[in-house]
């Protein structure tokens, strides 16, 4: 997986409250492979709700295929998902396994030990 230049995964919009994970992978293996239609399909799963304008529900859905990258889930083109992504998407109906994947790979593979460690 290619990494990003940041140190830390990017996640504004790639949250539990706001992106369910299980309801993210689900849209994910259902419209991947094309960025805009991934993006309208994120944007009004959602954030098609609210007073936000249709500029910043886009934006939003935008940052949300960006932190999807930088989580590795999906590749560089914000539309293809990466062996890591397919393995999520497998387990996307099982909690317990598929966030206890999910954390290690973020403790091993994105720094996390030494967010940990830091903080």
Not at 6 to 25: V, Y
Not at 41 to 61: M, V
Not at 78 to 103: H, I, N, P
């Amino acid at each position: 997986m290619a990494r990003s230049r940041r140190d830390i995964p990017f996640g504004p919009q790639f949250s539990p409250e706001q992106t369910p994970l299980p309801a993210l992978l689900a849209i994910l293996e259902k419209e991947e492979g094309e960025y805009e239609r991934l993006r309208r399909a994120i944007e009004g799963a959602f954030f098609a709700s609210g007073s936000a304008t249709p500029y910043n529900r886009a934006k939003k859905a935008d940052n949300t295929t960006l932190a999807l990258r930088d989580y590795g889930i999906i590749e560089r083109d914000k539309a293809t998902l990466t062996e890591f992504g397919k393995r999520l998407v497998s387990l996307k109906d099982d909690a317990d396994r598929l966030y206890t994947e999910f954390a290690r790979h973020i403790l091993l593979e994105l720094n996390g030990l030494v967010f940990v460690r830091t903080v």
